[in-house]
């Protein structure tokens, strides 16, 4: 499986930006997939995810909710992060990912939980 994550730039604040994320190696729609972001010197953070195309759920942190959308395009095999009001604490690598399990019914929001990585796209939003 190969995920490769685009979309990447530098934005003022307020600015928008949309990630997009295409997989090969296996039947896309069957498994959720996430975005993260790793500011330096912080952890890697949950921002979003959407289920399995069968659910069609969404989950987002609550720094993100109402200004950040994920979506899916199965024809694709592409998923994307829509980010806007984007603000300077959003300044992050962003990474996507595809979950280990198929199938499942609510997204996860853990590292552990998704087996394949892109290789991150850097977001930088100035104030």
């Known amino acids: 499986v190969q995920l490769q994550a685009s979309g990447g730039g530098l934005v003022q604040a307020g600015g928008s930006l949309r990630l997009s994320c295409a997989a090969s190696?296996?039947?896309?729609?069957?498994?959720?997939m996430g975005w993260f972001r790793q500011a330096p010197g912080k952890e890697r953070e949950f921002v979003a995810a959407?289920?399995?195309?069968?659910?069609?759920?969404?989950y987002y942190v609550d720094s993100v909710k109402g200004r950040f959308t994920i979506s899916r395009d199965n024809a694709k095999n592409t998923v994307y992060l829509q980010m806007n009001s984007l603000k300077p604490e959003d300044t992050a690598v962003y990474y996507c990912?595809?979950?280990?399990?198929?199938?499942?019914?609510?997204?996860?929001?853990?590292?552990?939980?998704?087996?394949?990585w892109g290789q991150g796209t850097q977001v930088t939003v100035s104030s």
């Open positions: 959407i289920s399995w195309t069968g659910i069609s759920k969404t």
């Open positions: 190696g296996r039947t896309f729609s069957n498994y959720a």
């Open positions: 990912a595809a979950d280990r399990t198929a199938y499942r019914r609510v997204p996860v929001t853990l590292p552990s939980e998704y087996d394949y």
